[in-house]
């Protein structure tokens, strides 16, 4: 599967962005997806994560905030970003695993730049 992620700009702090991550190939709605960020200097971190059968879960830096969501019709996972703060600047990822498989993310896409300005 590839995968296409968008969405990213500058923002204000307290703005709200919505990043869409499109896959190709088929079977989109047996996929686990993740987004993931990667702030300069800091290692990359798992944001949010919504499983094939819908069920989600988003870090505890964000919880509150970011809203993950998916439409299988059309092949697309989304992160809703609001109350965004400067800490919150990073390249964000998108990734996919087979559902029910391993824990480990085998597809990525190539990353969105998200800006807040504070």
Excluded: H
Excluded at 1 to 21: D, H, K
Excluded at 29 to 48: C, H, I, L, N
Excluded at 55 to 77: E, M, Q, Y
């Amino acid at each position: 599967v590839q995968l296409q992620a968008s969405g990213g700009g500058l923002v204000q702090a307290g703005g709200s962005l919505r990043l869409s991550c499109a896959a190709s190939g088929r079977a989109f709605s047996s996929y686990d997806m993740g987004w993931f960020r990667q702030a300069p200097g800091k290692e990359r971190e798992s944001v949010a994560g919504i499983l094939w059968r819908g069920t989600t879960d988003v870090a505890d830096s964000v919880k509150g905030r970011f809203a993950i969501s998916r439409d299988n019709a059309k092949n697309t996972v989304f992160l809703q970003m609001n109350s965004l703060k400067p800490e919150d600047t990073a390249v964000y990822y998108c990734a996919a695993r087979v559902g029910g498989g391993n824990l480990r993310y085998d597809y990525w896409g190539q990353g969105t730049l998200v800006t807040v300005s504070s």
